[in-house]
């Protein structure tokens, strides 16, 4: 299998609801290591930056100020698979369709405020972890 790097991002709400070291027990328990870490409080325009995609979307307004209301933990994944891994482990976006026992089933509280962020794909997961983390803040394990 391929190791891949994956970016998550532990969301206000959870951070507000003091639930980052279940998280990250989580992805330990899924067998991905962090690779990186840094609490951060997103500008509005890193927020926007990084949601671009999404810009024209009804939700994105309410999403940036979401994603700026509280600090967030930024985390680069790595393991086998990551990408799909840490996917799996999150749960659906709506936590109403979470499956028992993923994190969004566990911790988030609405389709906005749904804990975690993970990328969707390996291009994703390039972009979005050169977004937040210069090279040699990363962990090399491999
Ligand atoms: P994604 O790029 O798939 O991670 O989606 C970005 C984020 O936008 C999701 O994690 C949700 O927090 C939020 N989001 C997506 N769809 C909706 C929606 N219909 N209403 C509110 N927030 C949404």
């Known amino acids: 299998m391929a190791v891949e790097r994956t970016l998550g991002i532990i969301k206000p709400n959870a951070l507000n609801d003091d639930v980052l070291g279940k998280v990250i027990t989580h992805y330990e328990k899924a067998g991905l290591k ?30 940036v100020n979401f994603m700026t209301s509280a600090p967030c933990v930024l985390v680069v994944i790595e393991g086998d698979n990551a990408v799909l891994r840490n996917r ?8 109403a369709d979470a499956d028992e026992g993923t994190i969004r089933k566990l911790y988030a509280k609405s389709m906005q405020a ?26 090399t394990r491999f």
Do not use: V
């Open 34 to 63: 962090i690779a990186a870490m840094k609490m951060t409080h997103l500008t509005k325009e890193k927020a926007e930056g990084f949601y671009i995609e999404h810009k024209e979307r009804p939700f994105f307004g309410g999403l």
């Open 114 to 139: 749904n804990a975690i962020h993970g990328s969707d794909s390996q291009t994703s997961a390039e972009r979005e972890i050169a977004f937040f983390f210069e090279k040699g803040e990363i962990f």
């Open 88 to 95: 799996e482990i999150m749960g659906d976006t709506n936590p």
